[in-house]
């Protein structure tokens, strides 16, 4: 982990343009240091929850039998095994967020999704993440089902949205009508793990006027097919080799698909 106050040189900083509708395989915050202040309208992003390292309804350290055995993440995530020491997660993902809303332009924001749980028998509900950014909204996304272990409370159905904005930004207009919880189904045909739904992300690009979305825990590649759906462009970092090149074999087969409608239509 990069320590939060570790430079880069101006030397080595890159400009948007570099970075414009790639997928960028490498470390999150070591590839945000790299980028440009105020050079991003948004940021979507959905980090790993580290989810093996839990004292409840989590995920073991050994998960190849008992209560997680054939779940999707109980190997982790590729190139990354989601179980760090909690203090060294919480730390990681503020700086995260830190470098995040250093890219955002004055007009821009970040739309943070995360999990709540219980952890020691207490709810465990991010704010030491979160904590000294400016967090103007909490959205509720109300998934479908699940699954709880523990006798302890009650199945959880929703993950957080939080919503980190700079001073000058505005919903795009009439998206102020919707409201604070949203219902949309978990992904389910996707290799991935842990993938966001494609409906999830359209409505935070839909009800934003952003031209450049950065998400650096990109996965497989969710965000960026929704800012092609808009006609927006997109810059997406992942560590996970596969995945990179899973995202971009994705972005190829919705291009493809695209141009072949638009040949159709024309004939």
Known sequence: MIASNEKISASN???KK???NEIVCGHSLTVMKTMESDSIDLIVTSPPYNLKNSTGNGM????????????????????????MPHDEYS????????????LIKDTGAIFYNHKWRVQ????????EIVKNLPVRQIIIWRRK???NFNPGYFLPTYEVIYLIAKPDF??????????????????MKNSHPAPFPVDLINRIIKSTTAEIILDPFIGSGTTALAAIMNDR????????????KMTKKRIATFNIAEKQKSILNVI
Request: proline share 1%; hydrophobic share 35%; glycine share 10%.
């Open 13 to 15: 900083m890159k400009s």
């Open 18 to 20: 570099e970075y414009i």
């Open 60 to 83: 073991s350290h050994n998960t190849k039998s008992g209560k997680w055995a054939g779940a999707a993440l109980q190997n982790g995530y590729s190139n990354y095994n989601d179980c």
């Open 91 to 102: 730390a990681w993902q503020h700086n995260c967020l830190l470098e995040m809303f250093r």
């Open 120 to 127: 020691d028998g207490m709810l465990q509900d991010r704010s």
């Open 145 to 147: 089902g699940g699954i």
């Open 170 to 187: 505005k919903l795009a207009p009439k998206a102020n009508a919707f409201g604070d919880v949203w219902e949309f189904k978990q992904e």
């Open 233 to 244: 462009k997109y810059i997406g970092i992942e560590i996970s080799e596969e995945y990179c």
